[in-house]
C-alpha cells in the first residue's frame, strides 16, 4: 500500500513502528486506509487535511495546524501512513516532554515558530467552539477565552513580533494551572467521538441555570483536575440565593451526602473561586481529607492548585465548637484562622491567605472575603446515581460527628504549619 508498508527505510518510521503492538499497527493501517479511500487518493497512498480534520473532529487553523504537524510540515496537502505512525508514536508512546513538546508546537497556529498570545488567543476560542457547539453563544466564550489568557505567561521575547511570546516552560506552568488544556490539547487525534466530557449539571427547575455560578466552561475548567469517571454528572446541592446565606441550611442540605462536593464562592468584589472536596463534609475538630482535594480560580482568572505536599491541612470543617482554636466554618489549607479558603459558620464573612498547602495564592483581590453568593454541587462518579448515595446515608449523630474521637488530634493544633 505504497508507503503504508512496515518495510520502510526511514528510520523515524520504524522507530515509531517499534511503539505499538502488531494489533496496533493494524488497527492504524485500517483507519489510514479508510480515510485515504475518503480522500480519493490515487492507489490510496494519502489523507487529505479536509478528511483528517473531519476524522479527528478539529477544525479551523488549529485543524489545519495538527494536519501540518503530523504531516512532517512539508505544505503538501498530504498525510502518509509513515506520518501517522510517526506522528502517534510521539504523541501517544513519547515520553512526557516529547508530548508536551508536540502539544506546545500545536498552539503556534500561525507556524512561524512561536507561540504568541494571539496564537494562543485563537487556540482557545477553537477549542471551545469544538468542545461546546456554540452552547453560550460568542460572547461567553470570549469570556472564556479572557479568563484563561488571564493565567498564561508569556515571559518571552523576539524583535520580529510586536508581542510576547509564550516560553516552553511558560507553557507548563500554564498547563498545571489549567489541566483541562493538556487534557484536550493530548487527546486530539483520537477519531471523533473521543471524550472531552462536559459533566452534566443537574439543577432544581425552581433556580434555573442562568442564576448558578458554575457556567459549563468552568465545570470543563475544574474537571481537568478530575478522573473521567467523576465527569458524568454533577447536582447542585446549595445555592445561597435560593437556600439563604445560612450555614445550617448549607450542612442540612449537604449531611446527605457522602461523596465528593465542590466548594464555590462569589465574593462582592465579583472574584469567583473555591475548592474541590474530596470527602465528604463532617464536623471535625482538625484538618482532614486527601491529598485529591484542590483550590480553584474561576474569575478574573482560571487557576487550579494541587497540593503541594507541604502538609496535610487539607479540608477543615468546624460546627458549634467554643474553642476560638477551632474555628467555625468550611475551609482548605493554611492553618486554624489562617486558611487558603475559609467561610465562617455566620457565612456572611470568610477569609483567603496564600497557603504553602495548596501553593495558591490569595484568591480573591483581598484577604477578607465578603460572601455574594455560595453554591456547593455533589459530584456523582459514573455508576454512582444519587439513589445509590442516598442508601449511603450515614445513620446516626453520633456516626456523623466524631468530635470526641477527633478531639484527641488536636495537642499543637494552633501551631500547624501554613
Not at 467561610?343 to 477569609?351: E, L, N, P, R
Amino acid at each position: 500500500m505504497g508507503n503504508s508498508n512496515s518495510s520502510s527505510s526511514d528510520p523515524h518510521f520504524a522507530s515509531a513502528s517499534r511503539a505499538f503492538t502488531q494489533k496496533e499497527l493494524e488497527d492504524l493501517k485500517s483507519l489510514f486506509v479508510s480515510l485515504s479511500a475518503q480522500s480519493n487518493a490515487d492507489s490510496s497512498q494519502y489523507v487529505s487535511p479536509s478528511v483528517f480534520k473531519a476524522c479527528f473532529g478539529i477544525d479551523g487553523r488549529l485543524g489545519d495546524r495538527l494536519f501540518d504537524l503530523v504531516s512532517q510540515k512539508r505544505n503538501d496537502q498530504r498525510l502518509t501512513f509513515e506520518d501517522l505512525v510517526i506522528a502517534k508514536g510521539i504523541y501517544e508512546k513519547g515520553t512526557n516532554v516529547e508530548i508536551e513538546e508536540f502539544i506546545y508546537q500545536l498552539l503556534d497556529v500561525t507556524a512561524d515558530g512561536f507561540v504568541s498570545r494571539s496564537d494562543v488567543e485563537v487556540a482557545l476560542s477553537e477549542m471551545l467552539v469544538h468542545i461546546f457547539s456554540h452552547e453560550h453563544g460568542s460572547n461567553f466564550h470570549q469570556h472564556a477565552v479572557n479568563i484563561f489568557l488571564e493565567s498564561a505567561k508569556f515571559s518571552g521575547k523576539e524583535e520580529s513580533l510586536a508581542e510576547s511570546i509564550m516560553s516552553f516552560d511558560d507553557f507548563k506552568l500554564w498547563c498545571s494551572l489549567i489541566p483541562s488544556i493538556k487534557k484536550y490539547l493530548g487527546s486530539l487525534l483520537i477519531p471523533s467521538g473521543s471524550d472531552f466530557q462536559v459533566p452534566d449539571l443537574v439543577i432544581p427547575e425552581s433556580i434555573g441555570n442562568q442564576s448558578v455560578l458554575l457556567q459549563k466552561e468552568y465545570a470543563w475548567h475544574i474537571g481537568g483536575a478530575l478522573n473521567q469517571h467523576d465527569l458524568e454528572e454533577w447536582r447542585l446541592l446549595y445555592h445561597s440565593s435560593f437556600h439563604g446565606l445560612s450555614f445550617n441550611t448549607f450542612f442540612g442540605n449537604i449531611s446527605n451526602y457522602e461523596g465528593p462536593t465542590l466548594l464555590i464562592v462569589k465574593d462582592k468584589e465579583g472574584y469567583i473561586y473555591g475548592g474541590y472536596a474530596s470527602q465528604a463534609w463532617e464536623k471535625h475538630a482538625d484538618f482532614y481529607g486527601d491529598m485529591k482535594s484542590f483550590l480553584f480560580q474561576l474569575y478574573p482568572k482560571a487557576s487550579i492548585y494541587r497540593p503541594t505536599g507541604a502538609n496535610k491541612n487539607l479540608q477543615w470543617c468546624g460546627v458549634n465548637f467554643s474553642s476560638e482554636d477551632i474555628p467555625n466554618g468550611i475551609g482548605f489549607g493554611g492553618r486554624p484562622n489562617h486558611f487558603g479558603f475559609f467561610i465562617s459558620a455566620s457565612f456572611d464573612q470568610g477569609h483567603t491567605f496564600a497557603c504553602t498547602t495548596f501553593g495558591s495564592p490569595s484568591l480573591s483581590r483581598s484577604t477578607r472575603i465578603n460572601p455574594e453568593v455560595i453554591e456547593c454541587w455533589a459530584i456523582v462518579p459514573k455508576g454512582n446515581h444519587q439513589e445509590k448515595q442516598e442508601a449511603a446515608i450515614k445513620g446516626t449523630v453520633l456516626e456523623r460527628f466524631k468530635e470526641d474521637r477527633h478531639m484527641l488530634n488536636m495537642v499543637g493544633l494552633a501551631n500547624s504549619s501554613e
